[in-house]
């Protein structure tokens, strides 16, 4: 069996579409939190999360056309997510995994890589 470019894609695919379900519905209480302490309204929240997950949605489609929707949508949201953490200045090496695995530093309430 040879490796092709196809197979990658679909796996990337499936990665992002799997990442997206784990934050938006099985860490859903971890983005609640995350939206409060941004003092981002819940409305805004809810949409991203429809949003995102209708994203990843269509990136596991045939559909060319769907898949780049998905994907521009997708670029789109995280974009917004990286520019509302440079606004709000907070550390964009943040993660909620690095805290739960004590491998990070406290900086002010804060965990950090």
Same mark, same amino acid.
């Given at each position: 069996?040879?490796?092709?470019? =196809?197979?990658?894609?679909?796996?990337?695919?499936?990665?992002?579409?799997?990442?997206?379900?784990?934050?938006?519905?099985?860490?859903? =209480?971890?983005?609640?939190?995350?939206?409060?302490?941004?003092?981002?309204?819940?409305?805004?929240?809810?949409?991203?999360?429809?949003?995102?997950? !209708?994203?990843?949605?269509?990136?596991?489609?045939?559909?060319?056309?769907?898949?780049?929707?998905?994907?521009?949508?997708?670029?789109?949201?995280? !974009?917004?997510?990286?520019?509302?953490?440079?606004?709000?200045?907070?550390?964009?090496?943040?993660? !909620?995994?690095?805290?739960?695995?004590?491998? !990070?530093?406290?900086?002010?309430?804060?965990?950090?890589?």
């Amino acid at each position: 069996m040879y490796f092709t470019i =196809d197979i990658f894609v679909n796996a990337l695919k499936i990665i992002a579409g799997v990442a997206i379900f784990f934050v938006w519905v099985v860490r859903y =209480d971890n983005i609640k939190k995350e939206f409060v302490d941004y003092n981002l309204p819940e409305w805004l929240r809810d949409l991203v999360g429809i949003l995102k997950i !209708s994203f990843a949605i269509m990136l596991q489609f045939q559909n060319a056309e769907l898949i780049m929707i998905g994907a521009v949508g997708i670029v789109v949201l995280m !974009s917004g997510a990286v520019v509302t953490h440079i606004k709000i200045k907070s550390c964009l090496l943040y993660t !909620s995994d690095a805290a739960d695995e004590r491998s !990070s530093v406290d900086l002010g309430g804060r965990r950090i890589i």
